[in-house]
């Protein structure tokens, strides 16, 4: 017989009104969001009627997403289903931990809603950009790093490896890709993000697809001159 696993999501799942529809079926489910409500007012607000915008900003994102990731864990364990492990990607790690009873329930949520103000200050100190490279192996990945100063930082999986690095002054954000850029020598577009919409850039040439995170607010995209380089996006790669 088979084992049960919950896997917890990380930053980057978000989405408005999450954790709406199973706030309204699970007593479970809404005893997490209570608690959260109580030791961080607004975060149900959030959570339900919160823009992209809003919920894309780490110092809300975290706590709201730990709390919609635990939530739904226990709406399931409610009805009978109980894992025989439970395993987190980034911010959802400590959603597993909570779950498992590593934490307490206040002192998880506690250490996520810390987290997420001293990484949004860290970012407003030190902006900078993440791109998740894909469909090149990682030692690839280094040498393209190594050639236009970012680096490689996370190793989600054979084919798919996070590069970051600062964003300079007076270039903005379009300063990384246009380093990967040149090191793939095949043009990167992205849509025009406005209010914070999607931009994913997409190297064609060598099939490489480039994902850019802005460190600060989570948020997927950045503005490229899209009149330029628009004819090499074939479409966009979502999380």
């Known amino acids: 017989m088979g084992k049960t696993a919950f896997v917890f999501s990380g930053q980057g799942a978000q989405y ?10 699970s007593a479970a489910a809404r005893r997490v969001f209570e608690l959260s409500e109580r030791l961080r007012p607004g975060t149900i607000e959030q959570c339900f009627s919160g823009t992209k915008e809003e919920l894309a900003l780490t110092v809300n994102t975290q706590p709201c997403l730990y709390t919609v990731d635990l939530a739904i864990a226990e709406a399931v364990k409610e009805i009978g289903i109980i894992p025989d492990a439970a395993a987190g990607f980034s911010l959802g790690e400590v959603a597993a931990l909570t779950f498992s009873g590593f934490f307490g329930r206040e002192e998880g949520f506690s250490f996520v809603q810390t987290r997420g103000i001293l990484m949004n200050e860290a970012a407003q100190k030190n902006p900078g950009m993440m791109a998740a490279v894909m469909r090149m192996a990682p030692a690839q990945v280094e040498e393209m790093a190594a050639g236009c100063g970012v680096f490689a930082v996370n190793y989600n999986s054979p084919q798919q490896t996070v590069v970051a690095g600062a964003v300079e002054v007076g270039l903005g954000q379009q300063t990384l890709f246009h380093r990967l850029d040149d ?57």
């Open 183 to 239: 090191v793939l020598r095949v043009g990167v577009a992205a849509d025009d993000i406005g209010a914070g919409g999607n931009g994913l850039g997409v190297a064609l040439g060598h099939r490489q697809v480039l994902h850019a995170v802005d460190l600060h607010t989570g948020d997927a995209g950045v503005g490229v001159d899209v009149a330029v380089k628009a004819h090499l996006v074939a479409g966009q790669v979502g999380e």
């Open 16 to 25: 408005p009104g999450m954790g709406k529809e199973i706030y309204d079926v």
